[in-house]
């Protein structure tokens, strides 16, 4: 009998990054509030020690999420966003007149060096939709390139890009700085509060998981809790396959 008692299943929350991670809790805290709201009329389908679990995991949930707030909140945050998307519009224009003189078969000098300037762009790959950071090393290498190469001058000017790409390194020249100003802004005690934080929520989350397994095998009614144990199991299953980082798909 005790084979067919559903269990949640063992998910290892380290190996989620803080965003998936705090997703994931969140998700969580919804099911086992819609769990506690079938019992209707002011009846808690919980039991009371699963429910005190609960409320600690609950209060965890919300800590959590009040210190990922106070470490994301600034105002260099808005201004970095305002930025990197007037960057993204630099160098997706900076990209599309490249490419426009590609065409220019009637001037053969164009061409030539469209083709130049557009080989440096596909060597970099900058994606304008990855992280802040990692577009603007992209970015920055690519644009030390143009610059410092005599044939890559050349071109921009025979291109009349060369202000263009001015005001691209100094678009990302922005973002930078002020990425590098927010950081400073996030004090280390701030950050070892989210630290902390996290590690309560992730303690309380396995006792509370701990708590209703124990239950469901020791309840008169043992499939009590099966749909909220697969409500579970269902999220587990899709943090596995689309949130874990590949690198740790395995555990």
Known sequence: MALNIKQINAFNLVVLRIAGFIEYVEQVDKLFKAFRDTGGNGHNPLPPKAEAFYTTFALAVSRLEDAFKIGRTSDYTRQIANEDSRRDNLFNKLKSQVKMYQK????????AAAETVRNVIKKYQVDVLVNYSEESTQLQQMIEELETDSQMEQALEKLGLTDHLQQLKTANEAVRTMMARRNDERTAQGKAALATARKETNAAYHDLVA?????????????????????VN??????????????????
Not at 104 to 111: R, T
Not at 234 to 241: A, K, M, V
Request: glycine share 0%; charged share 30%.
């Open 234 to 251: 269902e999220l587990i299953s899709y943090f596995r396959q689309h949130v874990v980082p590949k690198k740790d798909q395995t555990n």
């Open 104 to 111: 220019f078969d009637f001037d053969e000098e164009m061409m």
């Open 211 to 231: 708590m209703l397994n124990a239950f469901a095998l020791t309840d008169d009614d043992p499939h009590r809790f099966d749909e909220l144990i697969l409500q």
